[in-house]
């Protein structure tokens, strides 16, 4: 889920690639050490910092400046991309091979003559295992190690994996106001190191930056503030304000339809079931 450590740190990754565009080997462009982290500085390290020389950048959420903006409750969950399968199934004529590896939560699936047959793949399961399984529901199966027969008249004969797919729905809303600060010995320096944040930030395009969880939230631009009292101490401070609206989110996990049963009631008659592999 996204929430407010996620946020700031996304911000602070975003602020070190703007000031090492060629990565953290490579000098910042600033030509002395920045030092990116989330949250306040500690006053003895950045006093250290700035007594050889360098910056420090920080990002602070700050307190009081969040809102409630949430707007729509109760969405069905989004599928996240659904992984492949560890397992595998293969059909050749009238046999499946159960394969790959075990992944706890998949399911195996045969239909034969379009009637479903699943196993749900345990953290014991084996190949072995998982065939022995599946032979023992189907009427006139046999199975040799990971290798399913089927007997008797088959028509139609299919094979899947289940897989484990990730949802994630969203479940509340809100914006937060953080505190982008350059710490810096000398004003050339602080003109530097912000305008490079400044700009890459203000050029992301359409404001959406992503979250570990893959979500978005939406950057807004809410003012600078300079601060030159204490320059005799050789700190020169700029900060950047920036308002990040973002979802909490929750996660949960499915698993991909392997087949569908529908059941058809005549005005008269029987129940019948359908099957669709």
């Known amino acids: 889920m996204a929430d407010l450590s996620d946020v700031t740190l996304t911000l602070a990754q975003l602020a070190a690639a703007a000031l090492y565009p060629n990565g953290t080997l490579q000098p910042s462009v600033a030509g002395i050490t920045v030092t990116v982290a989330p949250g306040w500085p500690n006053p003895k390290q950045l006093e250290s910092i700035l007594a050889a020389g360098n910056a420090m950048f920080t990002v602070y959420p700050m307190p ?8 729509f409750l109760d969405s069905d969950p ?27 939560g998949e399911a195996a699936f045969i239909g034969v003559n379009r009637t479903p047959f699943s196993h749900a793949v345990l953290a014991t399961d084996t190949t072995v295992t998982i065939a022995a399984a599946l032979a023992a529901m189907i009427p006139n199966a046999s199975v040799v190690g990971s290798v399913v027969t089927i007997g008797g008249t088959v028509f139609d004969l299919a094979a899947s994996v289940s897989a484990v797919v990730g949802l994630q729905a969203e479940i509340a ?18 003109d530097t190191i912000c305008k490079a944040v400044d700009v890459a930030l203000k050029a992301i395009p359409g404001r959406r930056i992503l979250f570990p969880d893959n979500s978005y ?23 950047l304000r920036f308002e ?16 569908t049963q529908t059941a058809l009631t005549p005005v008269s008659g029987l129940t019948v079931q359908l099957n669709q592999p």
């Open 64 to 71: 009081g400046m969040d809102a409630n903006t949430t707007r």
């Open 244 to 259: 990040v609206e973002y979802g909490t989110t929750q996660q949960s996990t499915s698993n991909t339809i392997t087949n």
């Open 78 to 104: 989004v599928a996240l991309v659904a992984p492949a399968p560890s397992l595998t199934m293969t059909v050749l004529n009238n046999t499946v091979t159960v394969g790959g590896s075990i992944n706890a």
């Open 173 to 190: 809303r809100q914006k937060r106001v953080f505190m982008l600060t350059a710490w810096c010995p000398s004003p050339a320096a602080r």
């Open 217 to 239: 939230g939406l950057l807004i631009y809410r003012g600078t503030l300079e601060t030159d009292t204490q320059s005799q101490q050789q700190l020169f401070r700029r900060d």
